[in-house]
């Protein structure tokens, strides 16, 4: 297991008037391991300041076997030394972390988690290990 590394983690989404703002934030917190989440008027949001907030995320794609798609999102998405992914609102309710390729796939508009840090890309190795073998040796 990665220790915990600084970094910001941050799921963010709009609260519509047709939702319960504590069901809205038990969503974030389902996603985002300790971290502190509240709601602000139709925005809610979780913070974290270390890379262990997404220890339930790495669980859940190394459980569903859904490194590829996880790892293609988060390197398509990267910027220096940040990178994001869209999550389903709907199934983060419900304690179920799923991927969403793009923000409608959401009917209740989608989470968006992103992550800043010194070592994107070592973050990203430690949340979605490469499912490629290593190269032979001679």
Known sequence: MRPAVPCNVRAECSVLA???????VG????????ADAECNGNTAQAVSDTSA???RIRR?????ASGRAWRRRLRLNTDGDSTW????????????IALCSEADESPLGPI??????GDIEGVIDWLVPSAEPPAQQN
Do not use: F, M, W
């Open 60 to 64: 859940t794609v190394q459980s569903r």
């Open 18 to 24: 047709s939702e319960d703002p504590d069901l809205v």
């Open 27 to 34: 969503a974030l917190k389902a996603v985002l391991d300790g």
């Open 85 to 96: 992914v869209y999550l389903n609102k709907q199934a983060a309710a419900a304690g179920v």
């Open 53 to 55: 907030s997404l220890a």
């Open 112 to 117: 968006t988690l992103s992550i800043r840090a």
